[in-house]
T-cell receptor
């Protein structure tokens, strides 16, 4: 099992540019989560999907952030336009539907907005 | 009511010693309490988890102690090794549903050889 795959691993962009982060969950997992990690705020849940449907996006900081999951094997997190305060490590995680099973995190995308 | 408070922020332990990290939660509806381990440049990895129907769970050198009445739980690492040096996060959620985890702020653990 390849685990959760994220791309790119590092992204450097300029303020105002559009940024798209990508995630491939573990095959067979039906829940997918997007997190943001910063020194100041720690790990924050941005949005999660269940069976490709967005369930709770209350953690999305602003309308500049959007996420999609067009199928069970792919999800994107888009920031448009990006701002320096969006600089963080963004993680994708997935879990199976089995009660009590844990979330498995990807390696993260380190985003730097100049 | 959604907060999970973790302490200490950082911890230094000698090799072979016991590392103890504590967490407290507020929401009594939480019934799933995992611990995650994160190495620099990596994503958090699930280490061990506990449900409130037991007061302790042990997996190898890692033990979770759970106190339901105090709404507290802790991670104990026995015979701590330099390879255990990492950041540890506690979390809490309801076990039913999609598992919306609330994370503690993390503890940076350093094991001195």
């Amino acid at each position: 099992d390849a685990g959760v795959i994220q791309s790119p691993r590092h992204e450097v962009t300029e303020m105002g540019q559009e940024v798209t982060l990508r995630c491939k969950p573990i095959s067979g997992h039906n829940s997918l989560f997007w997190y943001r990690q910063t020194m100041m705020r720690g790990l924050e849940l941005l949005i999660y999907f269940n069976n490709n449907v967005p369930i709770d996006d209350s953690g999305m900081p602003e309308d500049r952030f959007s996420a999609k999951m067009p199928n069970a094997s792919f999800s994107t997190l888009k920031i448009q336009p990006s701002e320096p305060r969006d600089s963080a490590v963004y993680f994708c995680a997935s879990r199976s539907g089995t009660s009590g099973s844990g979330q498995f995190f990807g390696p993260g995308t380190r985003l730097t907005v100049l | 009511q959604q907060q999970v408070k973790q302490s200490p922020q950082s911890l230094i332990v000698q090799k072979g010693g016991i590392s103890i990290i504590n967490c407290a939660y507020e929401n009594t509806a939480f019934d799933y309490f995992p611990w995650y381990q994160q190495f620099p440049g990596k994503g958090p990895a699930l280490l061990i988890a506990i449900r409130p129907d037991v007061s302790e769970k042990k997996e190898g050198r890692f033990t979770i102690s759970f106190n339901k009445s105090a709404k507290q739980f802790s991670l104990h690492i026995m015979d701590s090794q330099p390879g255990d040096s990492a950041t540890y996060f506690c979390a809490a959620s309801k076990v039913q549903g999609a598992q919306k985890l609330v994370f503690g702020q993390g503890t940076r653990l350093t094991i001195n050889p």
